[in-house]
């Protein structure tokens, strides 16, 4: 008998993470490998076996989580926020306050704030980053990073917002100031609101479309007028209007 469905149930009720609301197929590829790799026979056990040993639960978590992530990943569509989308973007504005929804270790809101330090001063940018992954959030509150995840990092902001230890790079205190690192569960709590900018990048690929459709709501909800939404490589909106956002880019969708 299978018992994975009674294995999310149990973890919805304890946890408060709701597995189906994941894509089945990939989520129970992950997690039966990661089951059998530690020995246990069937998820009635897993569940039982972490329930007794935080270190299971921990890397549980940090499984169903997507922690891979590098500072201005995939750097031509950075590129594409700054020369384009940003300019009509703060019109008239001397603050802007920005979202990075599953952040991650802190590369993605951390490079938001390095790509801002181009139009504002750093105290008048706030950044909200948020993750489920409660260990993702300290490595990203501590702010040292290795040499590789800066690869596509501009020189001049390597030199600028970092400084070098042991070969670990470190994030300048004056750029952690202004982002706001809180644990958030995209599919159950309640969001913020008021955001110019929100992105969101290569974590809705792992949702149902049904969490989608809830998650993209919430989104629009949380933007402000003509407020822009920054998808990742793979979470195109085909029909962005049902989600009351239009096109302005590829990637990119505006509030209306």
Request: glycine share 4%.
């Amino acid at each position: 008998m299978d018992d994975y469905y009674s294995f999310i149930k149990k973890v919805y009720k304890d946890i408060g993470v709701d597995l189906s609301l994941y894509k089945e197929k990939q989520m129970k590829r992950r997690l039966t490998s990661l089951r059998e790799r530690r020995g246990f026979k069937s998820f009635t056990d897993y569940y039982e076996g972490f329930k007794l040993d935080q270190d299971l639960k921990k890397e549980f978590l940090n499984r169903i989580t997507i922690n891979v992530s590098h500072f201005y990943r995939n750097y031509k569509r950075w590129e594409v926020l700054k020369k384009e989308i940003l300019p009509d973007l703060i019109k008239q504005k001397s603050k802007i306050k920005i979202w990075s929804a599953a952040c991650s270790t802190g590369e993605e809101p951390y490079t938001a704030a390095m790509l801002l330090s181009d139009f504002f001063e750093l105290n008048q940018i706030s950044i909200l980053a948020t993750d489920i992954d409660e260990e993702a959030l300290e490595q990203a509150k501590v702010g040292a990073y290795s040499k590789r995840s800066l690869d596509e990092t501009p020189k001049d902001k390597i030199e600028k917002f970092f400084s070098e230890h042991n070969s670990t790079y470190l994030i300048s205190d004056e750029l952690k100031k202004i982002v706001t690192f809180k644990k958030h569960n995209l599919l159950e709590d309640p969001y913020d609101g008021h955001f110019d900018l929100i992105i969101c990048r290569n974590v809705l690929i792992y949702f149902t479309e049904e969490a989608k459709l809830k998650v993209y709501q919430n989104f629009n909800q949380s933007l402000s007028k003509d407020g822009i939404l920054f998808v990742g490589s793979t979470e195109q909106l085909f029909k962005p209007q049902e989600h009351h956002f239009e096109p302005v880019n590829t990637f990119f969708y505006k509030k209306f």
